[in-house]
């Protein structure tokens, strides 16, 4: 196992973790900080543990808001795909009559 030692909002947090994760641990506290830190100063009289709620809230909207881009993607995805379908039933038509022309 290993183990990283992750700062965040000043405090120093030892967090387990499998090994070679440590480095992606550390970015996400990096990210974390920062949101912290963004928060602190727009925020004022806060508690630390408050500051650390509305920080996940935060990137829990940013994640939230991303699935459903990604949702409408797919949908977009699958709309296209079923429209092109058709077409490529027709292509595949076309194309078995010009090959019995060409036999005959």
């Known amino acids: 196992m290993g183990s990283v030692t992750v700062n965040v909002n000043g405090r120093a947090y030892p967090i387990v973790c499998g090994d070679g994760e440590e480095q992606h641990l550390e970015y996400l506290a990096e990210f974390v900080d920062k949101k912290v830190l963004d928060l602190n100063n727009s925020v004022r009289n ?3 543990g408050q500051l650390l709620l509305m920080a996940c809230l935060l990137i829990a909207d940013d994640l939230s808001q991303a699935y459903e881009t990604i949702e409408q993607l797919r949908d977009e995805t699958e709309q296209k795909d079923a429209s092109a379908a058709p ?6 038509k076309l194309e078995a009559i010009a090959q019995r022309l060409e036999n005959a």
């Open 46 to 48: 806060a508690s630390e």
């Open 87 to 92: 077409q490529q039933d027709w292509a595949e």
